[in-house]
């Protein structure tokens, strides 16, 4: 179990003509985070996703950001995904599911996820007002396309009830990482792969 734990880490490069991103990711941290991506509030969902979900996070982008955030936002997505499928390895061990119900202030989400390395994402997610700030909130989905993609998750999000679109997408932030964070953990009873077919 100590040699699964110490494995599970993983650092990686991205580079296009679009943006230029590092990631170091341990899904067997304390939460400690080292974020910049020169999108303040997408920042603090990062910082958020690391600290709620216990992994360490290194991350530096660097993006066309006066074209759109939406390429940045996106291949960070890729990034950490990756990064993610690339620290799982086998997947032996793992408790493979998480669940969590979210509130945050007015807002409550819902999160579910598969780590079954058959990507598939459902977003639930509808709000009348779409702006904090500089920040398009449907950007949230494409980061969570791409890191559901990545990783090899099967990741459902839903919107219970919620007005504001910060408390809504931090909701969305933290929920996955906790959801994320009791299907990584290593399921003290063992068990290997957490499939009958022997693979994820």
Do not use: C, W
Not at 40 to 62: I, N, Q, Y
Not at 127 to 139: E, H, P, T, Y
Not at 146 to 155: I, V
């Amino acid at each position: 179990m100590t040699n699964a734990r110490e494995s599970r880490q993983a650092s990686l490069e991205r580079k296009t003509r679009e943006t230029e991103i590092s990631v170091e990711l341990s899904l067997d941290g304390t939460g400690e985070y080292d974020v910049s991506t020169g999108i303040p509030f997408f920042d603090h969902m990062l910082e958020s996703f690391a600290k709620h979900g216990m992994f360490d996070l290194r991350l530096r982008a660097k993006g066309d950001l006066s074209v759109d955030l939406h390429h940045t936002v996106e291949d960070v997505g890729i990034a950490i995904g990756s990064a993610m499928r690339q620290a799982l390895g086998s997947a032996a061990g793992i408790r493979r599911y998480g669940q969590q119900v979210l509130p945050m202030a007015e807002a409550k989400v819902e999160v579910s996820v598969d780590v079954s390395n058959r990507p598939y994402l459902v977003y639930k997610v509808d709000l009348a007002n779409d702006r904090v700030g500089d920040f398009d909130v449907s950007l949230a989905e494409d980061f969570l396309y791409a890191l559901a993609s990545k990783a090899g998750l099967d990741l459902h999000v839903e919107l219970r009830y919620g007005k504001s679109p910060h408390h809504v997408v931090e909701a969305v932030f933290k929920g996955t990482a906790r959801a994320l964070r009791q299907a990584l953990e290593l399921d003290p009873r063992g068990g290997g792969i957490p499939s009958v077919k022997g693979a994820l």
